[in-house]
């Protein structure tokens, strides 16, 4: 008898654990389409602001964005990084793209602008990414390019890497080791200088 209750024991629980599995793999499933299906939304959005001229860069500076808006998309060609810029750092808004850290200056404005990401989705590539790299952030006020000066890991309470600066630089944080297990003990800081501004004009 009990040989028989063990069994059917083990029965459920193998069955409620591939329920779980299941379960697991569908809402991962679903995160996944929500946040590719988002992006495509996010940057058709862009392009046609960009297309219809989009805001001057003085009536975009100092106005109120709200969590989760789209700022601008950010392109890193060599290693196939390309993503919408949400304000932001909620778990809501990074898991659809990466966010504009508060506290420091908009995509696109002068001064050292702070961009966050997961490190299991948009920022994985960062990994591989080398000094000298062109980074490019297009937003409805223009184009601006940067090229990679240094990479650093920190500890995660080291704030000194979003210090206000008077260079116009981006600065990409993302957690650290990449394919640590369980919440990361270090940040991955990728710095960048701006090279020129590409102002978008509506005629072309």
Known sequence: MYARRGKRFLSWTRHLLLIAGVAALCYVAYVFVQARFFQQQANDALDQEIKGGGPSADSASGRPVKEGEVLGRIDIPRIGVTVAILQGTKSKTL????????????????????????????????????????IQIETAAGLSQYKVDWVQIVAPNDLGVLAPSTESAITLVTCYPFYYVGPAPERFVVHARKLQALVNDSAD
């Open 95 to 134: 898991r659809l793209g990466v966010g504009h850290i508060e506290g420091t200056p908009l995509p696109g404005e002068g001064g050292n602008v702070g961009i966050a990401g997961h490190r299991d989705t948009w920022f994985r590539n960062l990994k591989d990414i080398r000094t000298g790299d062109d």
